[in-house]
């Protein structure tokens, strides 16, 4: 398959052989797994993948690949489209079976991946991803630190979270400008209404809206500007970014419990 990656859709082409074989091991597929593979692109890693198990999911947008991938893998489901609109119930639905979501996905498109995800994490056993060296460093950020941020609250909540092994840009073709990692996301079994998830979601976003300022500015300045967040029981002359998971748990049941009022 003689293709030139499409830079509108963040096409680098993992080609290296030892990576993609230490990603496999990391996944571990088995039959009966409800695996998902996000743009497998030239196949490079759904062949390994079909090497360990009989069948599983691709979620593919390039056109251009969709029909050799179907004659070159028979045990591969092809789903044509984008995976930010692909309804992740019903291909749970499918087996019945929580996902296991795994991919060299498009570094312009890390962050809406993570969040459907984590929207979803219901529906989620866990995730194998390569993703940006910067992006993974943020994930894992420890509180007061630069790269301590909304994916590291809302990753390290959802999810138990294992940075892999780092990858050299010369894996790919063409070469990012970047190092990569493999990162591997277990979601948690967490029972939170969706009311809580959603307003959880939306304060961590609004705290670290203006990362610079007070979090009594920060606030302000968000969706939730015209609450007085005095009486929540945090500290708002504080930063985002010095403030524990279980703060900003604080502060969405302060705005759940406001909103019954």
């Known amino acids: 398959m003689n293709l030139r ?3 509108r859709f963040g096409q680098n082409y993992l080609t290296d052989p030892n990576i993609l074989k230490k990603i496999v091991a990391e996944i ?3 039959d009966g797994d409800n695996l998902i593979e996000i743009g497998p692109g030239k196949g490079a890693l759904t062949g390994k993948l079909l090497e360990n198990i009989n069948s599983f999911i691709a979620i593919e947008i390039d056109k ?4 050799e991938l179907s004659g070159k893998f028979p045990g591969l489901k092809l789903i044509s489209g984008d995976f930010l609109k692909i309804d992740l119930q019903k291909l749970y639905s499918l087996k019945n079976k929580k996902l296991r979501v795994v ?4 570094y312009n498109i890390t962050s809406p991946i993570l969040f459907k995800m984590i929207v979803n994490n219901n529906l989620i056993h866990d995730s194998v991803l390569m993703v940006q060296h910067e992006v993974a460093k943020r994930i894992k950020g420890k509180k007061g630190t630069k790269d301590y941020g909304i994916l590291s609250v809302l990753l390290n909540f959802f999810a138990d979270v294992r940075i892999c092994f780092k990858v050299s840009p010369s894996s790919f073709y063409p070469k990012p400008k970047v190092d990569s990692a493999v990162i591997h996301l277990f979601f948690k079994e967490i029972e939170i209404m969706d009311e809580m998830k959603s307003l959880f979601i939306q304060v961590v976003k609004a705290s670290f809206g203006n990362r610079r300022k007070t979090l009594k500015n920060s ?5 939730f500007g015209n609450i007085n967040f005095e009486d929540s029981g945090i500290d708002l002359t504080k930063r985002a970014e010095q403030l524990d998971i279980e703060d900003f748990l604080k502060l969405s049941e302060f705005l759940r419990n406001y909103n019954e009022k």
């Not at 251009?64 to 029909?67: D, Q, T």
């Not at 991919?103 to 498009?106: D, S, W």
């Not at 606030?219 to 969706?223: A, F, G, R, W």
């Open 103 to 106: 991919g060299n996905i498009p």
């Open 64 to 67: 251009r690949v969709r029909e």
């Open 219 to 223: 606030l302000s300045n968000s969706i």
């Open 28 to 30: 571990s597929p088995r």
């Open 5 to 7: 990656p499409l830079k």
